[in-house]
């Protein structure tokens, strides 16, 4: 028997590959153990924005890996490998390559594509309580089976997109879908066990199925083909990019008429077509706000989020300007204020001139007050850059 413990940084989606390796240890005959009395030690790093990647580097450098093995994986081991390599000379798998753990542990009879996906992030993800709290008062109680957490239903890694701000795509690559029948499995389980509540994510949650000759409309459609028609089931989206809010809006109208789907995290991240085109985001924001309308029209109780990003190079005052106009279009029920982050291998560097911090501070502060003069909420975070 080997004992393990499992650290996570970041997002859900990297939460759930955790919380695999977890379940691939445990199968394995490995107890999970608190890190000082681990033999191997797994840290899932973040390396996506600035703040996140400097917890990551500490963290690994408060690790004793004389006496331990450990594995670094994440995004960290492709986003900041020259960094972790000043100090660190152990085992990097980035998480774009997890499928091949089994290479790190040949002696394991059970392989990692042997455990179902899970649908839910593993225990140390800190960021994983106010993730979930956002869905919670979906639930609807019952005197038995009753689940206090959402379920999580990651249906993809990897980002076919190459926004000019993010390094997402350089280090998950490109879109790798999970199998249909994977993804179905793992949603007729959880239904089995009542659940309640699923919110679908990935690093582009819409993508789903290009690579495979499907799409995420044809997989809703099958996961509604399987869910009994006489149980309490809700679904919520995170992170929809746009492009993909347009191509499948029909199919989400459904849900959503139905009462099936009833929140939606669409991030737009800019209001004017200067600066979605330096973002390399491809949409028109009026196309985005009729189909939003669409959407309220058909059900008043859809809640929809979006996100907005500050203080990207070239941003002006007309910029924040066209911000107010879309929330007095009275779309979105929640809005989240977002500084920019400049990776050094984002290809914004290049893009000119460049925003002072406290600029782009000062107008993530007039948005969230305006914001609250109209009665919605905002939060205002300057370490996520999604």
Same mark, same amino acid.
């Given at each position: 028997?080997?004992?393990?413990?499992?650290?996570?940084?970041?997002?859900p989606?990297?939460?759930?590959?955790?919380?695999?390796?977890?379940?691939?240890?445990?199968?394995?005959?490995?107890?999970?153990?608190?890190?000082?009395?681990?033999?191997?030690?797994?840290?899932?790093?973040?390396?996506?924005?600035?703040?996140?990647?400097?917890?990551?580097?500490?963290?690994?450098?408060?690790?004793?890996?004389?006496?331990?093995?450990?594995?670094?994986?994440?995004c960290?081991?492709?986003?900041?490998?020259e960094?972790?390599?000043?100090?660190?000379?152990?085992?990097?798998?980035?998480?774009?390559?997890?499928?091949? *753990? %089994?290479? /790190?542990? +040949?002696?394991?009879?059970? #392989? =990692?594509?042997?455990i !179902?996906l899970?649908?839910?992030?593993?225990?140390?993800?800190?960021?994983?309580?106010?993730?979930?709290?956002?869905?919670?008062?979906?639930?609807?109680?019952?005197?038995?089976?009753?689940?206090?957490?959402?379920?999580?239903?990651?249906?993809?890694k990897?980002?076919?997109?190459?926004?000019?701000?993010?390094?997402?795509?350089?280090?998950?690559?490109?879109?790798?879908?999970?199998?249909?029948?994977?993804?179905?499995?793992?949603?007729?389980?959880?239904?089995?066990?009542?659940?309640?509540?699923?919110?679908?994510?990935?690093?582009?949650t819409?993508a789903?199925?290009?690579?495979?000759?499907?799409?995420?409309?044809?997989?809703?459609?099958?996961?509604?083909?399987?869910?009994?028609?006489?149980?309490?089931?809700?679904?919520? *989206? %995170?992170? /929809?990019? +746009?492009?993909?809010?347009? #191509? =499948?809006?029909?199919? !989400?109208?459904?849900?959503?008429?139905?009462?099936?789907i009833?929140?939606?995290?669409?991030?737009?991240?800019?209001?004017?077509?200067?600066?979605?085109?330096?973002?390399?985001?491809?949409?028109?924001?009026?196309?985005?706000?009729?189909?939003?309308?669409?959407f309220?029209?058909?059900?008043?109780?859809?809640?929809?989020?979006?996100h907005?990003?500050?203080?990207f190079?070239?941003?002006?005052?007309?910029?924040?300007?066209?911000?107010?106009?879309?929330?007095?279009?009275n779309?979105?029920n929640?809005?989240?204020?977002?500084?920019?982050?400049?990776?050094?291998?984002?290809?914004?560097?290049k893009i000119?001139?460049?925003?002072?911090i406290?600029?782009a501070?000062?107008?993530?502060?007039?948005?969230?007050?305006?914001?609250?003069?109209?009665?919605y909420?905002?939060?205002?975070?300057e370490?996520?850059?999604?």
């Open positions: 028997m080997f004992k393990y413990f499992i650290k996570v940084f970041g997002c989606m990297r939460g759930v590959e955790a919380e695999r390796v977890n379940q691939y240890f445990s199968a394995n005959g490995g107890l999970e153990a608190p890190r000082e009395k681990a033999d191997i030690v797994i840290i899932f790093g973040c390396s996506i924005v600035e703040l996140n990647n400097a917890i990551t580097m500490e963290y690994i450098k408060s690790v004793d890996n004389d006496k331990q093995r450990i594995i670094i994986s994440g960290s081991p492709i986003i900041s490998k960094e972790i390599r000043e100090f660190f000379d152990g085992e990097l798998l980035v998480s774009k390559e997890l499928d091949n *753990i %089994d290479e /790190l542990f +040949p002696e394991f009879k059970v #392989k =990692y594509n042997d !179902l899970p649908t839910v992030s593993h225990k140390n993800l800190e960021y994983n309580k106010f993730y979930l709290n956002q869905y919670k008062h979906y639930r609807k109680k019952l005197s038995l089976n009753f689940n206090n957490n959402p379920q999580l239903l990651i249906t993809s990897g980002c076919p997109n190459a926004c000019s701000y993010c390094t997402v795509r350089f280090a998950m690559g490109n879109i790798n879908s999970y199998p249909e029948d994977t993804i179905l499995k793992t949603y007729k389980k959880a239904l089995e066990k009542k659940q309640q509540v699923f919110i679908f994510n990935g690093d582009d819409g789903y199925g290009i690579d495979i000759n499907s799409g995420f409309d044809e997989l809703l459609l099958k996961l509604e083909g399987i869910t009994p028609k006489d149980q309490y089931v809700k679904w919520a *989206i %995170d992170n /929809l990019h +746009p492009r993909w809010l347009l #191509k =499948y809006q029909e199919t !989400l109208l459904k849900f959503i008429k139905q009462g099936r009833v929140d939606m995290v669409i991030p737009l991240q800019a209001a004017t077509e200067k600066l979605l085109k330096l973002m390399r985001r491809n949409y028109k924001i009026s196309e985005i706000i009729s189909v939003l309308k669409r309220k029209e058909a059900n008043p109780k859809l809640k929809l989020t979006t907005f990003l500050f203080g190079p070239g941003e002006l005052d007309d910029d924040i300007e066209a911000i107010k106009q879309i929330i007095d279009q779309c979105f929640h809005y989240v204020a977002l500084r920019y982050f400049e990776s050094p291998k984002a290809d914004s560097v000119t001139p460049k925003v002072p406290t600029q501070q000062k107008r993530m502060k007039e948005i969230q007050e305006y914001i609250i003069k109209k009665g909420y905002c939060q205002i975070t370490h996520i850059n999604e």
